[in-house]
């Protein structure tokens, strides 16, 4: 079994990798950042003695896109699984104050890569018809908060994507689930608010949010699931939190 993930030098991608490694899969990940992608492939073939191809581009580069995917050897474009994870938020302010540069960075990573490396995998699924592909999403795809505007529609595209892959793909046998989280720790909120460690360690502090791990593992149980099962979607928060803005923090 082979499964692609987009964006796993760290967090949840990253996380993924490891899970589904454990699980006998052989990987083929992506990133920007050569030195993890390295670092992780050699680390993961040592633990779980399974193959690792790291493909090292932005996704945001669609010629980029095609020349990683492109160049991968006939017999590992035999992709079952595709995690469409990386992306990202930048910036929380309002539209009138938003940063267009941050608006560009979040529609062309989480929607527009999203979508250039899916045509590509899917095509190769719909010949073996087969394959499962885990659009990761958010609680920002089924809500807008203030501020969030930009990346709360992208993640509204995601949701919608993921539910027109579900029905048009159905004919090819492959799976569709869209994994909606709310609160996980991870590089996102040091991303978020651009290298700023002291605010995006602020938005932890005081409840337990959810790790890459929780995310991994239902990544995990959801490309186990028999082949006559689909999860459609699924949403999972952390238990201080039940919808983006209602959060229960603890003060000391
Ligand atoms: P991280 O910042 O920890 O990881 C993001 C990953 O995406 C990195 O591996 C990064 O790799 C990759 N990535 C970002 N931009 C690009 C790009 N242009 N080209 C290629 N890869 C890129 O964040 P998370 O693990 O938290 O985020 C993963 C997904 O989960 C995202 O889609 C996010 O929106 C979603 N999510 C996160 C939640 C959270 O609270 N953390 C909640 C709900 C959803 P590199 O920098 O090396 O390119
Ligand atoms: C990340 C969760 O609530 O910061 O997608 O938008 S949130």
Wanted: with cysteine; proline share 3%; hydrophobic share 40%.
């Amino acid at each position: 079994m082979i499964a692609l993930i987009t964006g796993s030098t760290a967090g949840i991608g990253k996380a993924t990798a490891y899970k589904l490694a454990e699980n006998k899969y052989n990987l083929i990940l992506t990133g920007r950042r050569n030195d993890r992608l390295n670092a992780i492939k050699q680390d993961i073939e040592q633990k779980f003695s399974v193959k690792v191809i790291t493909l090292c581009f932005d996704i945001r580069d669609k010629a980029a896109c095609q020349n990683a995917l492109f160049s991968l050897p006939k017999e590992w474009q035999q992709i079952d699984v595709l995690v469409n994870n990386a992306g990202l938020a930048q910036g929380l302010s309002t539209i009138n104050n938003g940063l267009e540069e941050d608006w560009e960075t979040m529609i062309d990573t989480n929607i527009k890569g999203l979508l250039y490396v899916t045509k590509i995998v899917s095509n190769w699924m719909i010949e073996r018809q087969q394959g499962h592909i885990v659009n990761i999403g958010s609680i920002a795809g089924k809500e807008v908060y203030p501020n969030g505007n930009v990346y709360c529609a992208t993640k509204h595209a995601v949701d919608a994507l993921n539910k027109a892959m579900r029905i048009e793909f159905l004919p090819y046998n492959i799976r569709v689930t869209g994994v909606h989280p709310g609160m996980v720790e991870t590089e996102f909120s040091l991303v978020r608010f651009k290298g700023d460690a002291q605010r995006a360690k602020q938005t932890y502090i005081g409840l337990q949010p959810l790790t890459a791990e929780d995310i991994a593992n239902t990544i995990a149980w959801i490309v186990q699931q028999p082949p006559h099962v689909n999860i459609n979607e699924i949403v999972i928060m952390p238990t201080a939190q039940a919808t983006t803005r209602d959060i229960i923090k603890k003060t000391n």
